[in-house]
């Protein structure tokens, strides 16, 4: 797959239906669309445990320092997924298995993604993964944390056909169960 953005990838829904996305760097005039899917994904959890809002100073100061990208279908957003980049910040998972700052400097965190239920079973979560992960490597990162509920089948089914694995268990975000789950790079 080309790793460079902009990029057009024609993702293919489980029906075998082929439809063209545009995956690209979001900048700060992307966050009112960036947030309103946020909402409109949260509002269509069946429970609002699997998924925790990402505020919009988080959104805005990753817009300006980290790795951001939206999946378009024409010219609208639908999906959004932020990478928090390797550096010192209490936002890096490495924070929570110990990493020393060398360690944090080479860790990147996928942070959050989300994906409008409109656009669902097109495999935008995938292409994602896809996607962070060559940001990352090219970055010098050698691994990649992310936290998943234990309860979103199909958030963790993706995680793992990219090579994540388990790593803990821990209660987070005001008191919700995550699985950590880390990937070599």
Same mark, same amino acid.
């Given at each position: 797959?080309?790793?460079?953005? $902009?990029?057009?990838? #024609?993702?293919?829904?489980?029906? /075998?239906?082929?439809? $063209?996305?545009? @995956? ?7 966050? $009112? ?12 959890? #069946?429970? #609002?445990?699997?998924? &925790? ?25 639908? /999906? @959004? ?8 910040? $209490?936002?890096?998972? /490495? ?15 996928? +942070?959050?993604?989300?994906?409008? #239920? ?10 994602? @993964? ?20 234990? +309860?979103? +089948? ?12 388990? &790593? ?18």
């Amino acid at each position: 797959m080309k790793t460079t953005l $902009p990029c057009s990838v #024609p993702c293919r829904s489980r029906s /075998g239906e082929e439809r $063209p996305f545009t @995956f690209r760097c979001c900048t700060e005039a992307d966050l $009112p669309d960036i947030l309103a899917l946020q909402e409109e994904v949260i509002a269509a959890l #069946p429970d #609002p445990s699997l998924f &925790v809002r990402t505020t919009a100073e988080e959104i805005t100061e990753s817009l300006t320092l980290d790795f951001c990208i939206g999946a378009f279908y024409g010219e609208t957003l639908a /999906g @959004f997924s932020l990478m928090v980049i390797g550096r010192i910040t $209490p936002r890096n998972l /490495g924070n929570l298995l110990g990493y020393d700052e060398a360690r944090l400097c080479r860790t990147v965190t996928c +942070d959050t993604t989300f994906v409008s #239920p409109r656009c669902r079973g097109w495999g935008l979560q995938r292409q994602f @993964f896809t996607l962070r992960e060559a940001a990352a490597r090219s970055m010098g990162a050698t691994e990649a944390l992310t936290t998943i509920s234990p +309860d979103n +089948d199909a958030s963790l089914a993706n995680a793992h056909k990219s090579g994540f694995k388990a &790593v803990a268990k821990r209660t987070m975000y005001s008191g919700v169960e995550r699985l950590l789950l880390k990937k070599e790079l």
